[in-house]
């Protein structure tokens, strides 16, 4: 059975960081692409960061803070988190498709997700 499991969210201060983790089972990420999305109260999913065959995307709004990487002798994808700020408060998923080549990070592409971790940054 497909399975996403995201971990490693918490608190944190403004200009703090943390990396979220991401651990697959069922299948292999190597044959997917990978999503990091979020999802603010009162606000649309919105894609943060993903990576394909075809592309590393990255939101303006985390350029040159977050990165997003996977290991594959693990089947785990990380989203490293510096700099952060109250904006990034928001719960964040995980998500996967074997659209290998897909060249958009919409949530709508994506077709397994896991359940979410909450990350809350405030002083």
């Known amino acids: 059975q497909v399975q996403l499991v995201e971990s490693g969210g918490g608190l944190a201060q403004p200009g703090g960081s943390l990396r979220l983790s991401c651990a697959a089972s069922g299948f292999g990420l190597d044959y997917y692409a990978i999503g990091w999305f979020r999802q603010a109260p009162g606000k649309d999913r919105e894609g943060v960061s993903c990576?394909?065959?075809?592309?590393?995307y990255y939101a303006d709004s985390v350029k040159g803070r977050f990165t997003i990487s996977r290991d594959d002798a693990t089947n785990t994808v990380y989203l490293q988190m510096n700099s952060l700020k109250p904006e990034d408060t928001a719960v964040y998923y995980c998500?996967?498709?074997?659209?290998?080549?897909?060249?958009?990070?919409?949530?709508?592409?994506?077709?397994?997700w896991g359940q979410g971790t909450q990350v809350t940054v405030s002083s």
């Open positions: 990576i394909s065959l075809s592309m590393t």
């Open positions: 998500a996967a498709d074997p659209k290998l080549l897909l060249r958009v990070c919409r949530s709508h592409e994506f077709g397994y």
